[in-house]
């Protein structure tokens, strides 16, 4: 089970705690099967598991089409479609939710990456909505990351949204680690973009599956045991006695 969270962390302060349980539950689920229909189309691409990259590119679309949809049962769950953009840009509470993959294994530093290939157009995507208000609460982002670049790309017509106060502090990153074997680690955090193309994260928080029975991992299936085997016939069922202590010799 994952651990309580601080009733005074950013989590409390942006969600309500009905919104806050459920995105805790279902943003994990909906990453397990985003990493299924990307695994798979790895899998009918590659068989033989060597190009990556295919697997990156379905995840990418994966990730942001299954996170949509189990927030869209959400009322205060809307979309941005900025003028000419071929993707809308997802909002929870007027948060914007920024799926994002961070390569195979998470870095050792959690709290920030390195994205590569920055356009104007995601410069301004990311630093308009960039979560500042928590900088100074927590003391963070002392050193540059040494991890491997990351990265995401954002579509042009984006930058159209950002122009308004709508944006700001708005920005809440779902990071994660994955292969076409199986999920890493996941986290959730306020997200600020800033120099040398580095999105940092206040007070990340470890996003888990707590309940496997509602998830789509398939479960092992229970082995039945073989009747033939060493010990498994039914042993004997004796009544306990206690061994009587011996008696001293008389005379």
């Given at each position: 089970?994952?651990?309580?969270?601080?009733?005074?962390?950013?989590?409390?302060?942006?969600?309500?705690?009905?919104?806050?349980?459920?995105?805790?539950?279902?943003?994990?689920?909906?990453?397990?099967?985003?990493?299924?229909?990307?695994?798979?189309?790895?899998?009918?691409?590659?068989?033989?598991?060597?190009?990556?990259?295919?697997?990156?590119?379905?995840?990418?679309?994966?990730?942001?089409?299954?996170?949509?949809?189990?927030?869209?049962?959400?009322?205060?769950?809307?979309?941005?479609?900025?003028?000419?953009?071929?993707?809308?840009?997802?909002?929870?509470?007027?948060?914007?939710?920024?799926?994002?993959?961070?390569?195979?294994?998470?870095?050792?530093?959690?709290?920030?990456?390195?994205?590569?290939?920055?356009?104007?157009?995601?410069?301004?995507?990311?630093?308009?909505?960039?979560?500042?208000?928590?900088?100074?609460?927590?003391?963070?982002?002392?050193?540059?990351?040494?991890?491997?670049?990351?990265?995401?790309?954002?579509?042009?017509?984006?930058?159209?949204?950002?122009?308004?106060?709508?944006?700001?502090?708005?920005?809440?990153?779902?990071?994660?680690?994955?292969?076409?074997?199986?999920?890493?680690?996941?986290?959730?955090?306020?997200a600020i973009f800033g120099e040398k193309n580095c999105l940092r994260f206040t007070d990340p928080r470890r996003?888990?599956?707590?309940?496997?029975?509602?998830?789509?991992?398939?479960?092992p299936k229970p082995m039945p045991a073989d009747p033939d085997a060493f010990g498994a016939g039914e042993r004997?069922?004796?009544?306990?006695?206690?061994?009587?202590?011996?008696?001293?010799?008389?005379?």
């Amino acid at each position: 089970m994952a651990e309580a969270e601080d009733p005074h962390s950013w989590i409390e302060n942006e969600f309500t705690p009905d919104i806050a349980a459920y995105m805790r539950r279902e943003l994990p689920q909906a990453l397990v099967r985003a990493q299924r229909q990307a695994s798979d189309a790895h899998d009918g691409f590659d068989p033989e598991g060597t190009e990556l990259y295919v697997y990156g590119t379905a995840m990418s679309r994966a990730d942001y089409d299954q996170i949509r949809a189990c927030l869209a049962s959400l009322d205060s769950f809307s979309v941005v479609r900025p003028e000419g953009a071929k993707r809308d840009v997802l909002r929870v509470d007027d948060k914007v939710i920024l799926p994002l993959r961070v390569g195979t294994k998470m870095p050792k530093r959690i709290d920030q990456v390195r994205l590569k290939r920055v356009s104007p157009y995601r410069q301004g995507l990311l630093t308009a909505t960039s979560m500042k208000k928590y900088d100074h609460v927590f003391e963070m982002f002392k050193t540059e990351p040494e991890d491997e670049d990351v990265e995401h790309n954002v579509e042009e017509g984006e930058l159209d949204f950002l122009k308004s106060a709508a944006a700001r502090n708005s920005l809440i990153a779902i990071y994660y680690s994955s292969t076409p074997s199986g999920l890493g680690s996941m986290f959730w955090a306020p997200a600020i973009f800033g120099e040398k193309n580095c999105l940092r994260f206040t007070d990340p928080r470890r996003l888990t599956i707590d309940d496997p029975s509602t998830t789509p991992l398939a479960r092992p299936k229970p082995m039945p045991a073989d009747p033939d085997a060493f010990g498994a016939g039914e042993r004997p069922q004796t009544p306990a006695r206690l061994r009587k202590s011996p008696q001293p010799a008389e005379g």
